[in-house]
């Protein structure tokens, strides 16, 4: 594969299809052999090389970075997971499951309550819904839920300032993941790495034939 002929996309659309649960490269590996790139074609080809070939390296970077500034916020890490949890909610699978398990929870020690955060029955007319089913959680409609977790969470960020902290770190990170993958002179294995990706392609567009 002719790193210098890769576009943004060929890489985006690469690193959506490889293994995320590949262990990470090893540390001895990672930081030796930085050199300065002699021109900008090595430089965007040994970028894009070394983006695809340390994805995890970087990954965990990237996340480690995060995690320390999340624990300069303690309040910003209930932000996130109340963030999180109302994105959730708009899953219809997820909602139901949720909604399944907390009742279900709360049946164990309270049968009155749990059977009050039953979902409402639907009204059938000649044996179809009457209308779409709605979703509800723990008895009471969806949005309830997404717009006090969302509510919430978005006075958890202002008071912990915590968006600015979290762009910070991510942009530190991603600087971090820039400049270790422009000096980071790819070795041998990053090379048969190279061909390796290179034989798999040939061998999907033959197979596609």
Not at 134 to 163: D, T
Not at 172 to 200: I, W
């Amino acid at each position: 594969m002719d790193w210098g002929n890769v576009t943004a996309e060929d890489l985006v659309d690469a690193l959506r299809e490889v293994d995320w649960s590949s262990p990470p490269r090893p540390f001895s590996e990672f930081f030796s052999r930085f050199t300065v790139p002699r021109s900008s074609s090595k430089w965007n080809s040994r970028l894009k090389c070394n983006l695809y070939y340390y994805r995890t390296n970087y990954f965990l970077l990237i996340v480690t970075i995060l995690g320390l500034a999340f624990l300069t916020r303690p309040l910003a890490i209930v932000a996130a997971f109340l963030t999180a949890l109302s994105v959730a909610f708009l899953n219809d699978s997820f909602a139901g499951t949720f909604s399944e398990k907390v009742t279900r929870s709360v049946r164990q020690f309270s049968p009155h309550l749990a059977a009050k955060m039953r979902p409402p029955l639907t009204p059938v007319i000649r044996g179809r819904p009457s209308a779409k089913r709605a979703i509800f959680i723990c008895g009471r409609p969806r949005w309830v839920f997404v717009l006090i977790f969302s509510s919430v969470s978005f006075i958890l960020w202002f008071v912990s300032c915590g968006l600015l902290i979290v762009a910070w770190a991510l942009s530190f990170g991603l600087l971090a993941t820039l400049l270790h993958a422009s000096f980071r002179t790819p070795n041998l294995k990053a090379r048969l790495n190279t061909f390796r990706e290179e034989f798999r392609q040939v061998w999907r567009n033959y197979s596609e034939l």
